[in-house]
């Protein structure tokens, strides 16, 4: 358990180091960062400065909904108390009613918003809703049958006309209007152009753009909301984007009262169908009427008739009552004959059915009621619907079965008036026989006036009903009303400056750390410690800084420069690793190039400043270079010794001439054959003989990436420092590194850091030295980086003076 503590401990430290690197990386790109956000912000105040503003204007308004109780005004109430109104409005189908298309294109057409006037500046232009000094008009036919805008520019010139210039229809328009109002003809149609009166003139380029008037209010469609407040009650919240505040509120304001307008005239067509009926029947009834008062008067002077005796007048004193039912039953049949033959006229089919002229069938009239409402819901939908439109269809087969609920209610009540008068007629006749013996002429008379007293009735109440149907059309109470006006918003919704300027400011931040990402990513050399820790599994044993000496050797005795510390530090880290007993320490990298004979020089020599006796052994006989970078003379070496030209070791080792506790064995002349010379025995008996006469023994040898050498080399060392340097080693090397450890090629294996740029140990980038290899078989001195630097330092010294 504590193994596991531990190692999730080191994990979380690993962690942490890898951020602290990685932030660490990105500050080091704090000029990137800065102009980043510099530029992201300068570019969100341009666009606010140049982005027109939208303002959001709302408004609230209750909508006569019976179920909610949003009558709106207690006489709307009063007057559908009396039956002079239509039915309750559903609140969904009115909000649809408000987001129609003709109802908004209407609202267009009445403001004139199909034609906009803005004033050219010049970066921007600003818009002339309400200050236009000129006014642009077009028959509202014509607008309809635009194919795309107007666009034409109005110069006001100082003898108060008009250049007016554009392009309208593919056609040229270049004119000069004198004497305002003009008429301007094009192609697509006659356009009015007039001064607007009490509006100051303006300098400058009007352009005038005129659009198809339901583009428009496509548009405003677009930017419209209209919602509820809540389930349970009626009033509504209209809410519309406006660039311009007043154009807004002119528009909520336009668009109730054309709502109101609409509203008001499908509620009066009940009354208006009604009114005609009525009128047909009165006069229809006066005729009627005129003839049967004719008739007694002929019948009285015929019969020289002035009083009309009443003998029998306890009798008709019943016969009267039954007479008067008699009457009533005879008008209702009447009225339903009306309704009968107006339902079967084919001509009426939608039309709406008289519902308030008198009938006393509370189920047929309720019925009728119910008919009219689906017809003027019909209406209302085919605004803005097809006839195949599925509501429709549906509405239709609606209204088909009321109608057939009609003619069936119709015929109940005929049958059931037929039975009345049958009743009726049978007690007539009952008491009639009681007074059979009276004069003919009362038996006629009383019959004749019955007549006259039937079309009296019907045409006193057509009367009244037209007086009510009347009042109903003066009744002009609103379906919707304002409570809220509408209202701009003083601070624009859009664009929104904090959020404007806070996107600005995370993608100054953004950017740069996507191009360093990027950058990264498609970085195949190692740039920093983070990619060592996260590619390499081998130990680090130390990083050496980059350096600008032209020398190799760096290391020198009571030095405290930043490359002699490290190698310093670097010395301390060997001598824990190798312990008590081991000497020998090979160095080698993966290819040229990578600094393995600069450190491996200059750790002999900070190992020789503790006063020990150490040998660094040339053991790199393709290319063999120590004895240059430590200017020796010798041509000998141990490949003399390992082939068997020269048998006393001793006379090939020298002084290396830079400290007396160190000494060198160079590689000597390149042998034909350098791995079998490196197999033979005689290597093994020549470390044998360094481990006992030195302290410690380093090894120069080959690039491992490129021949076997190294690995030859192993059963004679004790530890391996493998070097890397940073913008140089490919990542791939590193995976390389590790394969060989695991499969343990080399014994005893350590990382070494080369090339850590100067003041960013660990975070750093920008290495390079003046070292390498040159081997035919594809490695190499880097003689362009050498010369690169030299430039370089010669730059650096000329500033200096």
Known sequence: MSEEINKVGEENQSEEINIQELIFKYLSYWKWFVVSIIVCLAGAFVYLR???????????????????????????????????????????????????????????????LHTS???????????LYGRSPIEVKMDPAVLDTLSGNIVLKMTMNQDKSLKVEGTVNKEIVNKTLYNLPALLRTSVGDLTVAYRPNVPMLNGVIQVTINRPIRVA?????????????????????????????????????LVDVYNQDAMED????????????????????????????????????????????????????????????VETETQLNLVDYLQKHINNRSNKYALIPSNVGL???????????????????????????????????????????????????????????????????????????????????????????????????????????????LSLAASANSAKMIDAPLASDAPVSPKSSIIYLVAFVLGVVIP???????????????????????????????????????????????????????????????FMLGVDKKVILFTSTQGGEGKSFVSINAAISLALLNKKVLIVGLDIRKPR?????????KNGITNYLSGFEKDLDSLVIPSGIHPNLYALPAGPVPPNPSEQLVKETLDSAFEKFREEFDYVIVDSAPIGIVSDTLILNRVVDSTVYVCRMKYTNKTALKYANDIMDQKKLINMSLLINGVETGKKGYGYGYGYGYGYGYGYGYGYNEEEKNNKKTRRRKKSADED
């Open 50 to 112: 140049f982005t027109t503003p939208v303002y959001n204007v709302s408004a609230a308004l209750i909508i006569r909904d019976d179920k909610k109780g949003g009558n709106g005004t207690s006489e709307m109430a009063v007057f559908e108390g009396m039956g002079l109104l239509g039915g309750s409005n559903n609140i969904d189908n009115e909000i649809e009613i408000l987001k129609s298309k003709s109802t908004i294109k209407s609202v267009v057409n009445a403001l004139g």
């Open 360 to 470: 006393s069938d509370p189920t047929l009239v309720a019925t009728i009621s119910e008919y009219n409402k689906t017809v003027l819901e019909r209406e209302r939908l085919l605004r803005t619907a097809s006839e195949s439109n599925p509501t429709v269809v549906g509405l239709n087969g609606k209204i088909d079965a009321l109608k057939g609920n009609i003619a069936t209610a119709i015929n109940s009540v005929h049958n059931g008036l037929m039975i009345t008068k049958r009743d009726v007629n049978r007690q007539a006749r009952l008491y009639g026989g009681h007074i059979s013996n009276a004069p003919t002429q009362e038996r006629e008379f009383i019959e004749l006036s019955r007549q006259q007293q039937i079309k009296a009735n019907l045409f006193e109440m057509l009367l009244k009903k037209r007086e009510e149907n009347s």
């Open 218 to 254: 496509k548009y405003y469609l677009n930017n419209l909301a209209v919602a509820p407040t809540s389930k349970t009650t009626s009033v509504v919240n209209v809410s519309l984007s406006e660039t311009n505040r007043k154009r807004g509120e002119d528009f909520l304001s336009k």
């Open 513 to 575: 750390v996507v191009l360093i990402y990027i950058t990264d990513l498609f970085q195949y050399r190692i740039s920093s410690r983070a990619d060592v820790d996260k590619l390499s599994r081998l130990p680090i044993l130390g990083e050496i800084p980059e350096h600008e000496f032209e020398s190799n050797v760096v290391v020198k005795e009571n030095d405290n420069s930043s490359i002699t510390e490290a190698f310093r530090a670097l010395r301390t880290n060997l001598l």
């Open 117 to 127: 006037y803005k004033l050219e500046g010049s970066i921007s232009s600003s818009d």
């Open 626 to 634: 120590m004895a240059e970078y430590l200017k020796l003379n010798a």
């Open 267 to 326: 509620k009066n067509k009940v009354a208006m169908n009604t009114k005609l009926f009525i009128d047909d029947r009165i006069a229809i009834i006066d005729k009627e009427l005129g003839s049967a008062e004719k008739t007694v008067e002929n019948y009285k002077r015929s019969q020289r008739l002035t009083d009309i005796q009443t003998d029998v007048q306890m009798y008709l004193q019943n016969s009267n009552e039954y007479e008067r039912k008699m």
